[in-house]
């Protein structure tokens, strides 16, 4: 059973810096797309980033210049760097992959369970 695997969250002081990570739980054959999601309370879940198969990368508006979304193939797994952070960067950050589990399977979107993230200010 595949299951992505959030971690690297934590309680961080305005101005610091976090290093989320993001894997799968067993061996798998490829992870295609990926994507960082933030979810506060009362709020839709928001994209914060997002990198292809092909390493083309965006950023939500918010976090552009201070957040950096980079994968290690080898390892299958993909960062995302935060830098600077602000209190209002405060959530649940999720991360979301499509994942071909084996040779010749189909792809298929996961998620992980999140990690919480608060800045204080």
């Known amino acids: 059973q595949v299951q992505l695997v959030e971690s690297g969250g934590g309680l961080v002081q305005a101005g610091g810096s976090l290093r989320l990570s993001c894997a799968a739980s067993v061996t798998i054959f490829s992870i295609n797309a990926v994507d960082w999601y933030r979810q506060v309370p009362e709020k839709q879940r928001e994209l914060v980033a997002g990198i292809t198969s092909a390493d083309k990368i965006n950023y939500a508006d918010s976090v552009k210049g201070r957040f950096t979304i980079s994968r290690d193939n080898h390892k299958n797994t993909v960062y995302l760097q935060m830098n600077s952070l602000k209190p209002e960067d405060t959530g649940i950050y999720y991360c979301?992959?499509?994942?071909?589990?084996?040779?010749?399977?189909?792809?298929?979107?996961?998620w992980g369970q999140g990690t919480q993230v608060t800045v204080s200010s």
């Open positions: 979301s992959a499509d994942i071909k589990p084996y040779s010749g399977s189909s792809v298929y979107r996961y």
